[in-house]
């Protein structure tokens, strides 16, 4: 479904971000790359919507390579979150999930109905949680609504960048558990970054181990941990 061909990133610094990168990520796959900060996980993963442009090798989605996209159209089929979610400090719970579906053409009803629905999804009750706005909700509400937000349009694709690195453990496992429920339900195809092996091993179908640049091992959680 994702498919890196020999991808490869270097900065204009001359820093070699990812080099050679070949892998594929199936249909409906959650993929988590881990690895110590510096290796290449987010590269990797922003070249997926073309955030950063690689400067060798190309990414197919679907059989298509995405250089041929259009940016902005690419990046409505891709969900996005990353750790500190932005969301828009104006606009409602409700609204700041509708966002992608609004900017798409749906009708504003239509949009909102949309946006309850996920916020569900995510276990943020839209009766009371939709005309909330963002600083009144703790770090782990934020969140799930940044997950509302990316799924919202219903993309294929979705890029999660450390999603749960910002709140406190315990509620990092009770969001972990909701976005596998989640996964089970809506099984998009996910890459998902993170530093810590726990959540790699706990959240992944396969996990691409990173060491400087490259990918040392890309396999089962199982085979990972060396377990049958
Ligand atoms: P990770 O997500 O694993 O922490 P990154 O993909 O962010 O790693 O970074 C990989 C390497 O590329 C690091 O050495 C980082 O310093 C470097 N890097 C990232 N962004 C830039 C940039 N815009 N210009 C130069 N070097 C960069
Ligand atoms: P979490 O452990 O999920 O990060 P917090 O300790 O931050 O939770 O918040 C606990 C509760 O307080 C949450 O239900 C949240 O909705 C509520 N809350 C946090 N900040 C605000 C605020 N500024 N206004 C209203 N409610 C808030």
Redesign the pocket.
Known sequence: MIRFEQVGKRYPDGTTAVDDLSFEVREGELVTLVGPSGCGKTTTMMMVNRLIEPTSGRILIDGEDISTVDPVKLRRRIGYVIQQVGLFPHRTVLDNTATVPTLMGWKRTRARERAAELLDLVGLDPALFGSRYP???????RQRVGVARALAADPPVLLMDEPFGA??PV?REQLQDEFLRMQDAVRKTVLLVTHDIEEAVRLGDRIAVYGQGRIEQFDTPGAVLGTP
């Not at 600083?135 to 509400?141: F, I, K, R, T, V």
């Open positions: 600083e009144q909700l703790s770090g782990g509400q709140v406190d509620v």
